[in-house]
């Protein structure tokens, strides 16, 4: 494959030789940082910069409202509603698409000698992954009981209950580690565990698509299908999130000297690139520009812009193919200073750092609050100066409506002759489910509630404040129907064990935040699972000026 992309990437340079040739502006690059982004965001999506261990237990943890493209990093963790989903896209092809009510926590996004290293904790809920893994990337899913690890094209949905977790295979093959053992799967088996059963895992064929398994069906083949269109315009084998987005909202024009540049529809000649979005800070990487259309993400971190004299404003998607390094940067822009004055010019394919910026002479695009100007201020006698970064004061930051921290979900297994599919389930309810008769039916006798977790029932709703109890297995009978006891949420739910996201088991290969060197670590006292934290980020870096504003 490599070899086929080599041949076209060559092909293509004979026929557009300045486009290829454009080396991409001086960065320096966070050695073991990716950032990869929110590509959908179906109702309310919520997510979290920073939090300890658990992201549903930290009190401190503090939750806003996720925007469409919002850059991701190594920390953070995004969580759904009842009625929301959400997409994730990887910078090297990958997908994660989140269920409604799901957690999931973004443990490890570094960088081995050029291999994307991806751990991710799924907390609670159902997600679905696409991935399509080069040679040296590690990617693996953590979900409660055992991790999956995903080393060829594969797709796979993981659920994570109350009383265990299931992974279903819909595409090629994964692993299935939990404590020594390592078991490997094929499209159409599944993997179950349900700890109120006992701890032997269950080796079946997956079960039935439901709805959600559609919609990602029809959202992965849509994004592929553009990506491989836009594909014609574009040399890109080691990046692709974002391409999809421009065969969809914009058309390419061939760019005389660039090869080809991108323009999104129905935008004029005045049109400024930076007129529709806002200004976001994180204590990592800095200022960044969140584009509010839905292709705002590829062309504001990614390539330069040329001001066309028949078309305005184009990207040119400088910098991809022939394997080079492609860094992130915070926006496509240079930042300008004259005297009090702070304004960004588009970046050209061609700057270089601390150089004056080739796009400076048409015009600069002065800055208030966090707002860019929508007309740009001719650069004519006055001296504009490249700076590093703005000013302190120079933006505000864009105003993230605040959220909550996300609430469990009482969601239960249910052991069918098709599989298992999660069902919540109302705390003080009686019903259980009979798999002889597929369907749910009353119980004369209720399990018993094993309660050992602090609540507040009296005078209101209650509050549960211990996601686990601890119950020994074996000690919930059945009631009198001869039905199986059903899980009753967080109050009678087995202790979940504490385990680590995997180490990246390709030979030569080692994750730089890895914690632990097993698999499984043993159960810990505290009941509920979680990993530790990885290690630190690098320290926080601020936009860059002259030709990037990449991080340090």
Same mark, same amino acid.
């Given at each position: 494959?490599? &070899? &086929? ?5 060559f ?5 557009f ?20 982004r929110? !590509?959908?965001?179906?109702?309310d ?31 953070y ?6 009625? !929301? ?5 990887f910078?090297?092809? #990958? ?20 291999? &994307? ?19 040296q ?29 299931? +992974? ?6 994964v ?19 349900n ?8 080796? #079946?064929?997956?079960t039935?698509?439901?709805? =959600? ?5 029809g ?23 974002? =391409? ?7 058309s ?11 323009q ?6 005045? %049109?400024?690139?930076?007129? =529709? ?57 240079? %930042? ?25 002479? &048409?015009g ?16 004519t ?11 302190h004061?120079a933006?505000?930051p ?8 996300? +609430? *469990?979900? !009482?969601?239960t ?17 009686s ?15 209720? *399990? ?38 059903? *899980? ?23 994750s730089p935040h890895?914690?632990?060197?097993a ?33 340090h």
């Amino acid at each position: 494959m490599k &070899h &086929h992309l080599s041949i076209l990437s060559f092909a293509l340079s004979l026929i557009f030789p300045a486009f290829f040739w454009f080396a991409p502006p001086a960065s320096a690059d966070l050695s073991h940082a990716r950032i990869i982004r929110l !590509s959908l965001v179906q109702g309310d999506v919520r997510f979290t910069k920073e939090f300890h261990k658990d992201a549903m237990e930290d009190p401190k943890a503090v939750w806003e409202i996720a925007p469409l493209n919002l850059p991701i990093r190594q920390g953070y963790a995004l969580a759904t509603d009842q009625n !929301s989903r959400a997409e994730v896209e990887f910078e090297n092809g #990958a997908m994660a698409f989140l269920s409604a009510n799901t957690v999931m926590e973004f443990y490890d996004l570094s960088l081995d000698e050029g291999a &994307h290293i991806t751990r991710l904790i799924l907390r609670q809920g159902s997600a679905i992954f696409y991935v399509h893994p080069a040679k040296q990337d590690y990617f693996s899913v953590t979900g409660g009981d055992f991790s999956v690890e995903a080393n060829g094209r594969s797709r796979f949905r993981l659920d994570n209950y109350d009383d265990g977790s299931n +992974v279903n295979v819909e595409l090629g093959r994964v692993n299935v580690l939990r404590e020594h053992d390592s078991r490997p799967l094929e499209k159409g088996q599944s993997y179950s565990l349900n700890l109120n059963e006992g701890s032997a895992p269950v080796i #079946a064929r997956a079960t039935d698509s439901d709805d =959600f398994d559609k919609w990602v069906s029809g959202r992965i083949d849509s994004v592929a299908t553009a990506t491989t269109y836009t594909g014609q315009y574009v040399n890109s084998p080691n990046y692709s999130a974002g =391409f999809a987005d421009l065969y969809t909202y914009g058309s390419f024009y061939n760019i005389p000297g660039y090869g080809f540049g991108w323009q999104p529809y129905g935008i004029g000649m005045g %049109w400024n690139p930076f007129s =529709f979005g806002s200004w976001y800070s994180d204590p990592f990487f800095g200022w960044n520009f969140i584009g509010s259309a839905p292709w705002g993400w590829l062309p504001y971190h990614y390539g330069g812009w040329i001001f066309s004299p028949v078309y305005g404003w184009c990207w040119i998607p400088s910098g991809f193919g022939f394997g080079r390094p492609l860094y992130y940067q915070s926006a496509t822009a240079v %930042w300008v200073r004259s005297g009090s004055n702070t304004g960004l010019v588009p970046l050209h394919p061609g700057d270089s750092r601390g150089k004056t910026p080739l796009n400076l002479g &048409h015009g600069v695009y002065p800055i208030t609050g966090n707002n860019v100007a929508v007309a740009a201020t001719p650069s004519t006698g006055e001296k504009w100066t490249v700076t590093k970064h703005p000013p302190h004061n120079a933006l505000t930051p864009a105003t993230l409506a605040s959220s909550v921290r996300p +609430v *469990p979900v !009482s969601r239960t297994i249910l052991s069918t002759a098709s599989g298992t599919r999660p069902a919540p389930l109302s705390h003080g309810s009686s019903i259980v489910y009979d798999p002889a008769q597929h369907r749910y039916v009353n119980s004369t006798t209720p *399990p018993k509630v094993v309660n050992n977790s602090s609540e507040t029932q009296a005078g209101g709703p209650r509050t549960v404040q211990n996601r686990t109890a601890t119950v020994v297995p074996g000690t919930l009978k059945p009631p009198s129907t001869g039905l199986p006891p059903v *899980p009753r949420g967080p109050a009678v739910a087995p202790a979940r064990p504490h385990i680590n996201p995997p180490m990246p088991s390709s030979p030569g290969m080692t994750s730089p935040h890895a914690s632990g060197g097993a698999v499984w670590n043993g159960p810990s006292s505290g009941g509920s699972h979680s990993a530790p934290a990885p290690a630190p980020m690098p320290a926080p870096a601020h936009s860059s000026g002259g030709g990037s504003s990449g991080h340090h």
